[in-house]
């Protein structure tokens, strides 16, 4: 089960590239503020002048912020297709860590667009990149995207599952509790699949799940 105290310990921010845009669902609606656009105006010159200097991994981390922007406006395939850009070019250079974190965000706009497989896929791949360059909180956020993905299948024991390793693999990492708003999206999980199965089955799900290691925790959500 969560820890009761969670919420007391001291949040601390998410490492890698882009931290934190987990709670998409609950983003702003299409209307953009002062600060986005202006944040947007910026990224953009960024991006144009990064092109004009062939310079190819400061391009992908533009497309990448510019993405973040669009799944603020929630315009997935605007976002789609701005991560897709920036993540080939990622690959291309080597840069493992935007190509995580781009994973991870395009694994969120594929939930979006109702493509499970898809975003199991991303997440997977981010979750096995992530653990590589040694980055255990972003780990957790791919399992706390997967286990949102077993919800929507309705998987809600595997949804469980992945939200106790998520957890372990979390605390374990930074030795602290999640920044807010990525406490705020494992909460909504963890709370929407309480509310759907009982207490004895949720309770058995998360003793089960401090027994897998991690590859075994992603290779169970692979077969979805």
């Known amino acids: 089960m969560p820890p009761a105290n969670a919420r007391s310990r001291t949040p601390t921010a998410i490492t890698g590239g882009f931290p934190t845009c987990a709670p998409i669902a609950a983003a702003p ?4 503020s002062g600060t986005a656009f202006a944040a947007a ?6 991006l144009a002048l990064r092109r004009e200097i062939n310079d190819r991994r400061g391009t992908a981390w ?10 603020v406006e929630q315009a997935w395939q605007r976002a789609a297709e701005l991560f897709a ?8 250079v080597g840069d493992r860590e935007n190509t995580a974190w ?15 497989a898809g975003a199991t896929a991303r997440f997977v791949e981010s979750a096995r990149l992530l653990h590589v360059l040694g980055a255990g909180q972003g780990v957790a956020l791919n399992l706390v995207g997967l286990a949102t993905m077993m919800i929507r299948h309705g998987d809600l024991a595997q949804a469980a599952r992945l939200l106790s390793v998520a957890e372990a693999q979390h605390w374990v ?8 708003a990525d ?10 699949v309480q509310a759907r199965i009982d207490a004895a089955t949720f309770a058995t799900a998360w003793a089960e ?10 290779t169970a959500a692979l077969g979805y």
């Open 41 to 46: 105006s910026r990224t953009t010159l960024s």
């Open 29 to 32: 609606g299409p209307v953009r």
């Open 209 to 218: 799940a401090r027994t897998l290691t991690l590859e075994q925790a992603l």
């Open 173 to 180: 990492a930074s030795g602290s509790w999640w920044i807010a």
């Open 85 to 92: 850009e920036g993540l080939a070019l990622a690959r291309e």
């Open 62 to 71: 533009a497309l990448h912020a510019l993405g973040k922007l669009a799944l």
């Open 183 to 192: 406490q705020a999206t494992y909460d909504r999980a963890v709370a929407t």
């Open 102 to 116: 781009l994973l991870y965000h395009t694994g969120h706009v594929a939930l979006e667009q109702h493509d499970l």
